[in-house]
Structures are given as structure tokens and as C-alpha cells.
């Protein structure tokens, strides 16, 4: 059985939502387009978009469960983003310019006990994925429902807030990915890591609240990693359907 895409998803400002989009053209050592372009900085960070800086440099799901229930929606031509939120009215901002207005909408998602957002920052080279290079994600369906089981119930795919989900590959396969190359459509990429996960996994998508030890469940396989990381080293466009293949 042949993987194959099943979704795809960007996440425009780091930690504060998700869209689905119907296809992606990937290019050659980028992130996917439109994915973590923005992100929230702290008051104790020094973070300017010049240069890529750590997770723990910005407003986050792991330390602010509320903001797991973001979701939002690119205007491309416009360069505006739409977000939603069952707690909140719909924001339609600028990022670059509608700063202040983001951290008033989504800061009170932080609690007080943290770090308050300070700025919203663009990354003026690349996307502020997690990684050190910029990478992609690529989410195997069928790890996924590994986990459910084990779990015992239902859990959403948000939890993980991948780039790339495929199905039709044995549980954990991707893992074995690492050091090779995958053409996902039309697109290759060299995958690099497995994605280590932190306490956003246990946020609710849906309530915006911490429900799940989903670490706690991925220590039954001795590790607390999902899916993959992976850097683009051959553009072009991918879709749900396309082939997900080990070269």
C-alpha cells in the first residue's frame, strides 16, 4: 500500500492557529509558505526576527493552554490573518502592524505565572519552526491512531500541530526516515529528526483546556517524540492524495 497525503496545515503565527489549506508548493530550504512567519515574543525576550531563536523565546501552547483553540485563516493578497477562538470575537490583523491589537486579543490566554507577550515579530529569513534549520513536519496517520489506542480514546491530530499528514504507512515508520530522502508529490525532502513534544500535546484543540498525558502516553514506547522533521531539498507542489515515498 502506497502512503499518501491525507491533510495539510500551516500555522501563520507561532502558537496562535492553525488553517488547513488545500495544496503547497515547497521550496528548497524553506518552511512551508506562511507557516509560523510571525510569533509572539515575551517580555524576557530579546527576539527581533533577524535571526531564528528558540521556542522558549515566545508566547506558546505549552505554557498557555488557551491559545491551543486558535485557528486562523491567511488572506495572502492582503498579507492579514484571521483568527478565531470560542472564547473571543474574530480578530482580522495585520501582524506586522497590528501588534498590540494580537497580544490584547490572545494575552489573557497566558497565565499570570508566565512570561506576559510583549511583541509580535516577523522572521526575516525563515519561519519559526522549532528546529534549528528550517523544517517541515511530516505526521504519519497511522502513529497517530497508535496512540489513541493506547491512549484509550479519540484525540485530535491538532494536538501535534503538523505540517504534513500522510496515511498508508505502519505505525512509527517515519521514524526510520531519518537520514533519508522522501518525495512527498512533487516535492523531496531529507528527513532530519523526530519531533520531540512538550505539554501542548496536552491541550485540547476544541476547549482550549489540558485534558490528555499525552507524554505521559508516549513513554509506554520510551520516548515522547511524534512525527518528523524534514528540510525541503527539492521544491514543488504537494496535495492531499500525492504519494508519500522512501527514495
Same mark, same amino acid.
Given at each position: 500500500?502506497?502512503?499518501?497525503?491525507?491533510?495539510?496545515?500551516?500555522?501563520?503565527?507561532?502558537?496562535?492557529?492553525?488553517?488547513?489549506?488545500?495544496?503547497?508548493?515547497?521550496?528548497?530550504?524553506?518552511?512551508?509558505?506562511?507557516?509560523?512567519?510571525?510569533?509572539?515574543?515575551?517580555?524576557?525576550?530579546?527576539?527581533?526576527?533577524?535571526?531564528?531563536?528558540?521556542?522558549?523565546?515566545?508566547?506558546?501552547?505549552?505554557?498557555?493552554?488557551?491559545?491551543?483553540?486558535?485557528?486562523?485563516?491567511?488572506?495572502?493578497?492582503?498579507?492579514?490573518?484571521?483568527?478565531?477562538?470560542?472564547?473571543?470575537?474574530?480578530?482580522?490583523?495585520?501582524?506586522?502592524?497590528?501588534?498590540?491589537?494580537?497580544?490584547?486579543?490572545?494575552?489573557?490566554?497566558?497565565?499570570?505565572?508566565?512570561?506576559?507577550?510583549?511583541?509580535?515579530?516577523?522572521?526575516?529569513?525563515?519561519?519559526?519552526?522549532?528546529?534549528?534549520?528550517?523544517?517541515?513536519?511530516?505526521?504519519?496517520?497511522?502513529?497517530?491512531? +497508535? !496512540?489513541?489506542? /493506547?491512549?484509550? #480514546?479519540? &484525540?485530535?491530530? =491538532?494536538?501535534?500541530?503538523?505540517?504534513?499528514?500522510? %496515511?498508508?504507512?505502519?505505525?512509527?515508520?517515519?521514524?526510520?526516515?531519518?537520514?533519508?530522502?522522501?518525495?512527498?508529490?512533487?516535492?523531496?525532502? +531529507? !528527513?532530519?529528526? /523526530?519531533?520531540? #513534544?512538550? &505539554?501542548?500535546? =496536552?491541550?485540547?484543540?476544541?476547549?482550549?483546556?489540558? %485534558?490528555?498525558?499525552?507524554?505521559?502516553?508516549?513513554?509506554?514506547?520510551?520516548?515522547?517524540?511524534?512525527?518528523?522533521?524534514?528540510?525541503?531539498?527539492?521544491?514543488?507542489?504537494?496535495?492531499?492524495?500525492?504519494?508519500?515515498?522512501?527514495?
Amino acid at each position: 500500500m502506497t502512503a499518501r497525503v491525507t491533510e495539510l496545515w500551516r500555522f501563520p503565527i507561532k502558537s496562535h492557529g492553525r488553517e488547513q489549506v488545500a495544496a503547497v508548493t515547497l521550496a528548497p530550504g524553506q518552511t512551508m509558505p506562511w507557516d509560523r512567519v510571525w510569533a509572539v515574543a515575551h517580555e524576557q525576550s530579546d527576539a527581533d526576527g533577524r535571526d531564528w531563536v528558540p521556542c522558549q523565546h515566545f508566547s506558546r501552547g505549552s505554557k498557555a493552554p488557551g491559545l491551543g483553540a486558535i485557528t486562523a485563516q491567511v488572506d495572502e493578497a492582503a498579507g492579514t490573518v484571521t483568527l478565531s477562538h470560542p472564547e473571543r470575537e474574530d480578530l482580522t490583523i495585520d501582524p506586522d502592524s497590528d501588534g498590540p491589537a494580537l497580544i490584547d486579543w490572545a494575552g489573557g490566554f497566558v497565565p499570570e505565572t508566565r512570561a506576559r507577550s510583549a511583541r509580535v515579530v516577523r522572521g526575516l529569513t525563515r519561519g519559526f519552526t522549532d528546529s534549528d534549520f528550517p523544517s517541515v513536519t511530516l505526521c504519519n496517520m497511522s502513529s497517530h491512531r +497508535a !496512540v489513541e489506542q /493506547r491512549f484509550g #480514546r479519540p &484525540l485530535s491530530i =491538532h494536538r501535534w500541530r503538523g505540517n504534513i499528514w500522510f %496515511d498508508g504507512a505502519a505505525p512509527w515508520e517515519e521514524f526510520d526516515w531519518i537520514d533519508r530522502e522522501v518525495q512527498v508529490g512533487e516535492a523531496v525532502l +531529507a !528527513v532530519r529528526e /523526530r519531533t520531540d #513534544r512538550c &505539554l501542548a500535546t =496536552h491541550n485540547n484543540p476544541d476547549t482550549s483546556r489540558r %485534558d490528555a498525558d499525552v507524554l505521559g502516553t508516549l513513554e509506554g514506547w520510551e520516548h515522547q517524540d511524534f512525527s518528523v522533521r524534514a528540510e525541503v531539498i527539492r521544491g514543488g507542489r504537494v496535495a492531499p492524495g500525492d504519494a508519500v515515498v522512501r527514495l
